[in-house]
Structure formats: structure tokens, C-alpha cells
């Protein structure tokens, strides 16, 4: 019997409810369905920044790591693909998101299938995923996929459901992540 597909998401999302892992969520969704239809068992989890920001600040200014922080870290480390998602502020992915990021060593993500998302107030920021994301993932090893998503107020009802051209990307991107990650499984 082969191991489920573990989808696993990153949300630097701050807020509740928050736009960022709705999208995040969007993804994961989409190609936890698609490998389904493909006939494989499939199990998606979403790490939220949020949860663990106080104990990652406590690990790099004291050198302890929490139960919870290193579960956290495990979970994406043990991914056979991962949906990571930002908001954007000042110009690139929140500071908290890159704090639980430099928890992870160097090549640990290693050709990892991922997808980079954010969801941004303006669309002067489009290009957060490919100047600041994609070298921080490229980084730590991990396989960027093509398509990104930058997610407006204007791409998501509600803050949360994507509007029929974000939607569309978030199909692709989906696709492409089924795709790399149910290779030869």
C-alpha cells in the first residue's frame, strides 16, 4: 500500500478569518482533488504562522524550540508538497512568515513541489512571489512551481472565495503541484 500524498500549507496570514490561507486553502483543495481523481489518498494539513510566531521569536532570540514549533517545522519538512502564502507588507512576505522560514535548514525543503502565494492591498506588489519568495524557497531547496498567485481585494468575494481569473490560476497551480508531486506514484 503506497503512503498518502501529504499537501501541506504555510499561511503567514495574521487575521481570523484570514484571506491569505483562504487562498492557500484554494490551492490545497484543488489538487488534494485532482491526485484524488487520480486515485491516490490524499491528506492535507495548513500550518498557520500565527500559532507558532511567539515560540519561533522565543527559538531565535533564546535557542528554545517548542514542542509545537518543532511539529510545526516537521509537518512542512515531511511534505510531498507544500502551498506557501504570504501577505505582503511593505513591499514583501511578513516578517513572522520568514522567521518560521529561517527555522529550516538549508536544502531541508529539497526539490519539495511548491506553490508561492500572497495576497497584497495593491497590485504594485505582483511580483512579491517571484523577487522575494521565490529566492527564499529556492533557498531551502524547494522545487517553486510556475504559477504564483497575488491575490487583491478586488480577486477574492468576500475575502475569501477567488474571483473567475483568480480562480482560473489557482486551478493551474493546482494542476501543476498534482502533477510534480503524483510523478510516478
Known amino acids: 500500500m503506497t503512503a498518502p500524498v501529504r499537501l501541506v500549507g504555510l499561511s503567514g496570514g495574521v487575521g481570523t478569518p484570514s484571506s491569505t490561507t483562504a487562498v492557500l486553502a484554494a490551492v490545497l483543495d484543488a489538487a488534494a482533488a485532482q491526485l484524488t481523481e487520480r486515485g491516490l489518498t490524499v491528506t492535507t494539513e495548513v500550518v498557520e504562522v500565527r500559532d507558532v510566531a511567539r515560540d519561533a521569536t522565543d527559538?531565535?532570540?533564546g535557542g528554545l524550540r517548542s514542542n509545537a514549533l518543532d511539529a510545526a517545522l516537521r509537518t512542512i519538512e515531511d511534505a510531498d508538497g507544500l502551498v506557501v502564502a504570504s501577505p505582503v507588507f511593505r513591499g514583501s512576505y511578513a516578517g513572522v512568515f520568514k522567521t518560521v522560514l529561517d527555522l529550516l535548514e538549508p536544502g531541508s525543503l529539497r526539490m519539495t513541489p511548491t506553490v508561492l502565494a500572497a495576497t497584497t492591498g495593491t497590485v504594485r506588489h505582483t511580483l512579491v512571489t517571484e523577487h522575494a519568495m521565490r529566492p527564499l524557497l529556492s533557498y531551502l531547496g524547494a522545487l517553486t512551481l510556475p504559477t504564483t498567485i497575488v491575490a487583491t481585494p478586488e480577486d477574492l468575494v468576500l475575502g475569501?472565495?477567488?474571483?473567475?481569473?483568480?480562480?482560473?490560476?489557482?486551478a493551474r497551480s493546482a494542476r501543476e503541484l498534482?502533477?510534480?508531486?503524483?510523478?510516478?506514484?
Request: no cysteine.
Open 59 to 61: 527559538e531565535v532570540l
Open 160 to 170: 475569501v472565495r477567488p474571483v473567475p481569473a483568480l480562480a482560473e490560476r489557482v
Open 178 to 185: 498534482a502533477d510534480a508531486v503524483g510523478h510516478g506514484r
